[in-house]
């Protein structure tokens, strides 16, 4: 059973930086794709990144695009997200995610992923 932990969270002065990770266990990180999702209070949680398993692909939302970097180590069974230039509504819960699907049009699609970690909590102050 893979499992998936995040780490990295906390509380940032807007214009700050924020690196999260997502550890892997349990499955073959490297054959899979992965992705960042966020929920804020009384918000759905909505996509963030994704990036091939190989890291040469990657897509991002349009929200956070030039600001936040998605990467991963598959010899560490580690992804990343490197979150720069954060502001107030950035604020939310953080999720990392597998999917087996491939294809790049699913990656934004939260129902199309097959793990989930438990989330970390960013918080930027105005």
């Known amino acids: 059973q893979v499992q998936l932990g995040e780490s990295g969270g906390g509380l940032v002065q807007a214009g700050g930086s924020l690196r999260l990770s997502c550890a892997a266990s349990?499955?073959?990180?490297?054959?899979?794709?992965m992705g960042w999702f966020r929920q804020a209070p009384g918000k759905e949680r909505e996509f963030v990144a994704a990036?091939?398993?190989?890291?040469?692909?990657?897509s991002y939302a349009d929200s956070v695009k030039g600001r936040f970097t998605i990467s991963r180590d598959n010899a560490k069974n580690t992804g990343y997200l490197q979150m720069n230039s954060l502001k107030p509504e950035d604020t939310a819960v953080y999720y990392c995610?597998?999917?087996?699907?491939?294809?790049?049009?699913?990656?934004?699609?939260?129902?199309?992923?097959?793990?989930w970690g438990q989330g970390t909590q960013v918080t930027v102050s105005s």
């Open positions: 995610a597998l999917i087996r699907n491939l294809s790049p049009s699913t990656w934004s699609r939260e129902g199309q992923y097959d793990y």
């Open positions: 349990g499955g073959t990180f490297r054959s899979v794709a």
């Open positions: 990036i091939s398993r190989g890291g040469g692909s990657t």
